[in-house]
């Protein structure tokens, strides 16, 4: 943005300091319970964001929805109640806060931390995102940018610094409690600058820190106990070495979302000659290579068994040292943690090796004295398969970071395996370079097992050889055919397995069963790996474990089905989210609730273990309802709020009281007066249930789902107390790329609102997008919305200081009707639009699309504007803009002469029904116009290129021919269309299949050429109008409309007269082009004759100067002219005089005073232009009378 634009900025974050300071003092959005119930209101909530950093870009896109949606519901009428909390449960702030302690132990204070080892290559010790959010010069730290795009700092403590804390304030976040005490505050002064809504009085901190919340948290937990909700014991999870306990969504820096996957873990029994590796240390012990597999079904089609060859392995042993298996050292350390070695966490390593050595590799390893073994080659005996023993064979694909590294070949099913099986197959040179000998290879061919439909009994080969692959690094076509394979073999449950015992059955039915026996039998066991990698806060590798710890039973039937209940009668905005909610309640099954690391909420029936961040923010909102009353605003709830409650008087006993209404005060047995806990209890009822839950897509898996359950738990027979919408977008990107600190494309809160101002940034970020699908901060936007909000300001300013000067009457000329009708339709839409959270088409309808109805109405009038239409545009607007952009609204509101009242307080626009005619009119004429400038051009362009390097004359008039009805040819073509449409149950076919029929029809056959362009633009009006195009008669009376607009259509186009005739009158191409909804112009160069007019007012302003009058041109066009030369906004201003005396008259001086020498002209004359002889003669026809001109005339403004 340029210095002018900074300095437009200024002056609005000036404006909005100004009008913050007002609401502040005014405490305008501190909202009540009233006393009545039946006042209707609307309370939203946004997840609080997490203390261990600031608030950025991202964070504001998602809490405008609820910012927005309740600006909106309060213009409505309603109580709306925007609350906002702030998280601080969970391990992120006791971490960096440990890592501290740990730097200044070992570097000393301030650290001196070895040279060059600041920086990692990765962004995995990184805080959570908005850690790098700033405030004032912080957000300016000058070692950030190049840090961010060097790579990841190693210490916390430079990375503190890298956001402009100084050493000795860095050194006081060592302790987790000042991270609680410095980040509230300053997360607050952020939101107040983007001018949020919020209720602040209900603004609080979790963990135990507020003894308040921490009450209310375990009374939730002891309800859920007592109505066996949670259990204890060990399950598969998320689970972080380093930190010694379950990793949970809000403990990573990265995979969050991620669970464990399942996997059968096929044992293929290494047979002997074992390889060098382990003959002596494997001897008397069962080897395994262990493969995981999500087909246990497939493994009667075994033919070999991958490995990669250059990927490393590791032998340890399991089942308490009896057995050995083979796999990579990663697979090995997820086994350590799932009960399958002696020790948990511990690897017995054996032996390390490559799947096979290569020249470059061995000649390496010898240089440097390490063994070169290898297990390519060798032969195991799998599981299920008809072939005795097969082999291990080589396969370049294999990943080392999913699954084990050893891969089960089952080429009759997997397009991967059969490619690599016939690289080995048809390449001997391939076969060669990895010592493998034919028959290793040749003899093992696919075995046909299960019959997919589509592709038969060998569907792999029949897959790949549609696809024509040539080799296993066909990734691509692979990956796609293996993903179609897979849904119609499993999941589409039609395709029949063909061998076993269960031949004959769906794939779908026995693939557990298959699994179930495969383990018993001691061929396979359960194996369980993070779906995708997930990195801790600590920088851990995440493995999944088999861990002790409490867990909340999601996977309870009856539970499941109560949530499934509360879905279905909760609006999701979109069929997206509410599939993904359903699915989710479909698959969740238990979630680890506790944890012993970090800060919270202690379990209170074993206060070893914490609540962690998600279990412990499901049902806050009820908090909400009440925290002003508890707390008063005191994020910690150190000093008591205004009912002087005390914490330890909030027993599980009151809470009961305060959430549910079957409960009497004789049972509660506290000292706390009763009016207080109605009080409390009113607050509740009035507020709750929820109306709007906000928050991004990546929380539907977790936080939403749980979000339901919850609630469905605690107010299990009271379903009016259940949430009523839940609203999930997708992530923010920054022009058009993801958001990176390590790219530098990364702003925070408050950097967007110092760079663009808050109504700026809130503008930019509603027109980001609203879809579950990722949305768009354009900084171009951005700045392009700065200057839109600076210029409609400034136009505000100039219009009430100039509304004198404006016409005062009803509505009444064509632009005036248009415009109001304008006003209606867009206030309509733009409610609609908010009512669907579609906030993007609010910003189009609400300010786009109205201020182009303003600008559309300025450029069309060509008189005074109208005072009334120009108030209750400005007023409107201010109006339905103000949940967006709400500063700049507050200030034209009082400019309006809203003093007293906020414009908070302000009502939606009452409007009339839109008149679609007047739609249509306004539509018509704007298509006529874009028509008539592209005709315009194209007659420049053929002149031109007629004249070649000489200058051509411009049209000075045009001739505009409007249709009655179409040409004989268009009408049956209409006709046709309209009954092909009604066969096709309302389309449209393809452009061939409409040709080929109608080209059979006789009298089309001679208008060929014209017959497809013609149907393509009945096409292109039906996409726009439906049915509407099949019309055979105009929708508007397109001759009044033109006529009433023929003094804009001179102005416009930049002519001096204009006829207006229909079709009937026009020649042969006049009859072809014209049509309905498209009348034909003809612009042609007239003679004229040039005429000085002078203005006699002595210090007007209003100069001589010449022009050109048209044979044809009537006195008004020449007014209408005159106004816009010398920019009067009313031609009926304009008085114009002819001299009696033509020829001497113009040689006396005129005065004022005495015009007895000239003669007022009639708006009706029409002028003639004499070219018979020259110079040209210029005459005045009124009623026939034609009166000579002259050289000049007299114009006076009155």
Not at 53 to 82: D, I, M, P, W
Not at 401 to 406: I, L, P, W
Not at 1168 to 1195: C, F, K, W
Request: proline share 5%.
């Amino acid at each position: 943005m340029d210095t002018r634009g900074r300095t437009k900025v200024a002056e609005l974050l000036k404006m909005e300091k100004d009008v913050q300071k007002v609401w502040e003092e005014e405490k305008i959005y501190e909202m009540d319970a009233p006393e009545e119930l039946d006042k209707a209101k609307f309370i939203a909530t946004f997840p609080f964001p997490y203390m261990n950093g600031f608030l950025h870009l991202g964070h504001a896109f998602s809490l405008t929805k609820c910012e927005f949606a309740v600006r909106y519901q309060r213009l409505r009428g309603k109580n709306a109640l925007f609350p906002f909390g702030l998280h601080c449960t969970g391990m992120p702030i006791k971490a960096s806060a440990d890592k501290l302690k740990a730097e200044i132990e070992e570097f000393g204070l301030p650290p001196n931390f070895p040279p060059d080892s600041e920086l990692l290559p990765d962004q995995s010790l990184l805080p959570e995102t908005n850690s790098e959010s700033t405030i004032k010069d912080k957000a300016k730290g000058k070692k950030s940018k190049a840090v961010a795009k060097s790579g990841a700092l190693k210490y916390q403590w430079s990375i503190m610094k890298s956001l402009g804390f100084e050493d000795d304030e860095i050194a006081k976040f060592s302790d987790s409690l000042y991270w609680i005490q410095f980040f509230p505050p300053v997360t607050v002064e952020h939101l107040k600058k983007m001018g949020l809504g919020i209720d602040w009085r209900r603004t609080f901190i979790t963990t135990d820190v507020n003894p308040y919340f921490d009450s209310f948290v375990r009374w939730q937990f002891l309800k859920l106990k007592e109505q066996k909700r949670i259990d204890f014991g060990k399950r598969y999870t998320v689970f972080s070495p380093k930190d010694g306990q379950p990793c949970m969504d809000h403990d990573r820096s990265s995979g969050e979302g991620v669970g464990p996957q399942e996997y059968t873990l096929i044992k293929l029994h290494l047979l002997e000659p074992y390889p060098k590796a382990i003959q002596t240390i494997c001897k008397g012990k069962r080897v395994y290579l262990v493969a995981a597999t999500l087909r246990p079904e497939t493994m009667y089609g075994q033919t070999n068994c991958w490995v990669g060859p250059d990927i490393k392995y590791v032998a340890f042993t399991v089942n308490n040292d009896q057995d050995v298996f083979v796999c990579t050292r990663r697979a090995a350390r997820n086994m350590a943690y799932q009960g399958f070695t002696a020790q948990e966490g511990q690897v017995n390593v054996l032996a390390e090796f490559f799947g096979k050595v290569n020249l470059i590799l061995f000649f390496l390893l010898q240089i440097l004295f390490l063994p070169t073994y290898e297990i390519v080659g060798c032969r195991v005996k799998a599981p299920l398969t008809v072939y005795e023993s097969v082999y291990i064979l080589p396969m370049m694909t294999v990943k080392s970071d999913k699954g084990t590294g050893v891969v089960t070949s089952v080429p009759s099913d997997s397009p991967d395996d059969y490619a690599a099986l016939q690289d080995l197959k048809n390449k001997k040179l391939l076969r060669e370079k990895f010592g493998i000998v034919d028959e290793m290879v040749l003899p093992f061919n696919p075995v046909p097992i299960i019959d997919v439909p589509e592709f038969g009994k060998l569907s792999a080969p029949t897959a790949c050889d549609e696809a024509k692959v040539q080799s296993q690094n066909d990734i691509a076509t692979l990956v796609a055919i293996k993903d179609k394979l897979y849904l119609k073999s499993f999941y589409d449950g039609v395709s029949i397995l063909l061998v076993g015992k269960y031949a004959g059955r769906r794939v779908q039915d026995v693939k557990k069963h298959i699994q179930k026996e495969m383990i018993e039998t001691g061929d396979a066991c359960i194996y369980y790996e993070t779906e995708k990698p997930v990195i801790s806060r600590s920088g851990d590798e995440c493995v999944v474990a088999l861990c002790d710890q409490w867990y909340l039973n999601y996977g309870d039937h009856k539970w499941k089905e109560a949530t499934k209940k509360a879905l279905q009668g909760l609006n999701t905005y979109t069929d997206n989210v509410y599939n993904n909610l359903n699915a989710t309640v479909d698959w969740l099954h238990e979630h680890a609730c506790s944890r012993s690391y970090g800060l919270g909420t202690k379990l209170p029936w074993d206060e070893q273990y914490l609540i962690e961040s998600l279990s412990d923010s499901t049902i806050y909102m009820a908090y909400y309802t009440v925290a002003h009353l508890l707390q008063g605003g005191v994020f910690d709830g150190s000093k008591c709020g205004p009912l002087n409650i005390k914490p330890e008087q909030l027993t599980p006993a009151v809470w009961d009281y305060i959430f549910y209404d079957d409960q009497l005060y004789e049972n509660v047995k506290t000292d706390i007066e009763k009016w207080k806990l109605d009080k409390l209890k009113h607050e509740f009822n009035y507020w709750y249930p929820v109306d709007l839950r906000v928050s991004g897509k990546d929380l539907i898996q977790n936080h939403l789902t749980y979000y339901l359950y919850n609630h469905v738990a605690m107010w299990p027979s009271d379903p009016s107390k259940w949430p009523r919408s839940v609203w999930a977008n997708g992530h923010l990107l920054l022009n058009n790329e993801k958001m990176s600190k390590s790219t530098g494309n990364f702003l925070t809160l408050v950097e967007a609102v110092e760079r663009y101002s808050a109504d700026g940034m809130r503008l930019a970020l509603a027109d980001a997008g609203d879809s579950i699908e990722d949305a768009n901060f354009m900084e171009t936007m951005a700045d392009a919305g700065v200057l839109r909000l600076y210029n409609f300001l400034t136009w505000v300013i100039e219009s009430i200081t100039s509304l004198d000067e404006m016409a005062n009457h009803p509505p009444s000329t064509f632009p005036e009707l248009i415009f109001q009708n304008d006003i209606n339709k867009y206030v309509q839409i733009s409610a609609e639009n908010y009512e669907n959270m579609q906030f993007k088409e609010v910003v189009k309808s609400a300010f786009f699309e109205f201020q182009a109805a303003r600008d559309r109405y300025r450029e069309w009038s060509m008189m005074a504007l109208n005072r009334n239409l120009i108030l209750r545009f400005i007023e409107t607007q201010a109006i339905i803009l103000s949940p967006i952009c709400p500063h700049i609204c507050e200030t034209i509101w009082k400019l309006l002469g809203n003093v007293k009242n906020s414009i908070v307080h302000a009502k939606w626009p009452t409007v009339e029904p839109v008149v679609e005619e007047l739609s249509k009119q306004c539509a018509f004429l704007e298509d006529a116009l874009h028509d008539f400038r592209i005709r315009y051009k194209s007659t420049m362009a053929s002149k031109q290129k007629k004249a070649g390097k000489m200058p051509v004359e411009k049209p000075n008039m045009a001739i505009i021919y409007v249709a009655a009805g179409y040409p004989p040819w268009q009408e049956l073509t209409l006709t046709t269309l309209a009954k092909m449409h009604e066969v096709a149950c309302g389309s449209l076919p393809e452009n061939k299949i409409l040709s080929k029929e109608l080209l059979q029809i006789e009298e089309l056959k001679k208008h060929a050429k014209k017959l497809m362009p013609f149907v393509a633009s009945v096409k292109e009006s039906y996409d726009q109008k439906g049915v509407e195009a099949f019309s055979l008669q105009a929708q508007v009376d397109e001759l009044d409309i033109l006529t009433r607009n023929a003094a804009y259509l001179v102005s416009t186009l930049q002519l001096q007269a204009i006829q207006i005739h229909t079709s009937v009158h026009g020649g042969e191409k006049v009859q072809e082009e014209c049509r309905p909804g498209k009348p034909f112009i003809i612009f042609q160069t007239e003679k004229v004759c040039k005429l000085i007019l002078i203005n006699p007012t002595v210090g007007s302003g209003y100069f001589e100067f010449e022009t050109a009058v048209l044979h044809g041109e009537t006195v008004n066009n020449l007014k209408q002219r005159i106004a816009k030369r010398i920019s009067v906004s009313d031609a009926k201003q304009i008085l114009l005089y002819r001299y009696s005396d033509s020829i001497f008259g113009s040689r006396m001086i005129p005065v004022l005073e005495n015009f007895q020498q000239c003669t007022e002209v009639r708006s009706d004359g029409v002028f003639e232009v004499d070219n018979r002889r020259q110079p040209a003669t210029l005459s005045l026809n009124e009623d026939g009378y034609h009166h000579p001109i002259g050289t000049q005339m007299i114009y006076v403004v009155v």
